[in-house]
């Protein structure tokens, strides 16, 4: 059942056209909150999430938000506010990129970007929230990270580089804000069945990593959901700086 309170508190998922992002998005919806559904380069996917929240919950919009680019993630939080007439209460950093290259090869460029988008972007637009959560003494700054930032990666060293760093970025958050209310926790996935893992889900490589898992099944995306809802609450506030390991047993660290 939606909490009447939530009205007053605007989530923003980064990263919604599909996925985990797009099932958070809905789900959150469904508890009441207004919510601005992020998109890199998918507008229509993201759109089709906001048609969705509308017809079976409440009001949604959709935003452009390119984490390379502070300028954009100023102007989607500017967009946001305007529409729903309150600045962003909750702000979930899911958006992100992979790319799988051996170490040798991986190039300059790649690395940058890479941080740019999975490090630097997040870090912009905590930093562009705070001031409005500060001064409200109530925030949320969830940021989606993975099991590859906490026991390293072997063809995506760039990505779990800059995943290990938004665990770090989510710690001395909670270390600096906390006390004024705005709660910073992570939520450290594993393997998710979505779209995008059903094509190595036919691979015998994929099935063997399955079956390494404890748990003995991949993560759904209403569970991840749920985790969020639960962190958005003021029941997980005391939750602060933690990293919640969402991966059916993989790492206990």
């Given at each position: ?50 048609d ?17 680019s ?15 007439e ?15 290259k ?26 562009e ?56 926790t ?9 779209e ?46 933690q ?11």
């Open positions: 059942m939606a909490d009447p309170s939530n009205a007053s508190k605007l989530v923003l998922v980064t990263g919604a056209s599909g996925g985990v992002g797009a099932e958070a998005a809905k789900h959150l919806a469904g508890c009441g909150y207004p919510v601005g559904v992020g998109y890199c380069r998918n507008g229509a996917a993201a759109q089709k999430v906001v969705d929240i509308r017809e079976r919950y409440g009001n949604a919009l959709a935003v452009e938000l390119d984490y390379a502070r300028d954009s993630i100023r102007g989607a939080l500017d967009t946001l506010e305007k529409y729903f309150q600045p962003v209460s909750v702000l979930i950093n899911n958006g992100a990129i992979a790319q799988e051996p170490f040798e090869t991986i190039t300059d460029d790649d690395w940058a970007h890479m941080q740019a988008v999975n490090l630097q972007g997040p870090f912009a637009a905590s930093q929230v705070l001031p409005a959560m500060r001064s409200r003494g109530w925030g949320r700054i969830i940021n989606i990270t993975s099991i590859g930032g906490q026991w390293g990666g072997l063809n995506q060293v760039h990505y779990a580089a800059a995943k290990a760093g938004l665990i770090n970025l989510t710690r001395s958050l909670a270390k600096m804000y906390s006390r004024e209310g705005v709660v910073s992570a939520v450290a996935i594993g393997l998710v069945a979505t995008m893992s059903a094509g190595e889900l036919q691979t015998s490589a994929g099935q063997e990593k399955v079956r390494n898992i404890p748990a003995g099944r991949m993560a759904t995306i209403g569970e991840i959901a749920g985790t969020l809802e639960y962190l958005c609450s003021d029941a997980g506030a005391y939750l602060t700086g990293t919640l390991n969402m991966n059916g047993g993989m790492y206990l660290g």
